[in-house]
């Protein structure tokens, strides 16, 4: 069984940083694509970025991309999220979720390609 586990969420000034990490457990990290999410009060669940396997990544918009970059340690079974210039409207939870690979990455921007769900974990940015 699959088990994901977000960490590193806290509460952060505007314009600063946060590093989540996503451990992934019980099956081959390598044979995932993993991505993340995010959800604040009252709205559905957004897509935020992926990593796929083999490295190839994909961010939800230009305003994040630049800001946030995605990574993964295949030895240490880790991926991250590097989360730069923080903004307000950046504070939500934040999940992680694991696919299997070999799906086209444009599909993986749906919450419904996505078998394994981290519990998430929360980021605050205080204006």
């Known amino acids: 069984q699959v088990q994901l586990r977000e960490s590193g969420g806290g509460l952060r000034q505007a314009g600063g940083s946060l590093r989540l990490s996503c451990t992934f457990s019980?099956?081959?990290?390598?044979?995932?694509?993993i991505g993340w999410f995010r959800q604040t009060p009252g709205k559905e669940r957004e897509f935020v970025a992926v990593?796929?396997?083999?490295?190839?990544?994909?961010y939800d918009a230009d305003s994040l991309k630049g800001r946030f970059t995605i990574s993964r340690d295949n030895t240490k079974n880790k991926m991250y999220l590097q989360m730069n210039s923080l903004r307000p409207e950046d504070a939500a939870v934040y999940y992680c979720?694991?696919?299997?690979?070999?799906?086209?990455?444009?599909?993986?921007?749906?919450?419904?390609?996505?078998?394994?769900w981290g519990q998430g974990t929360q980021v605050t940015v205080s204006a």
């Open positions: 979720a694991s696919a299997m690979h070999g799906l086209d990455i444009g599909t993986l921007i749906y919450e419904s390609e996505y078998l394994y």
């Open positions: 019980g099956r081959t990290f390598s044979s995932y694509d």
């Open positions: 990593i796929t396997w083999s490295g190839s990544s994909l």
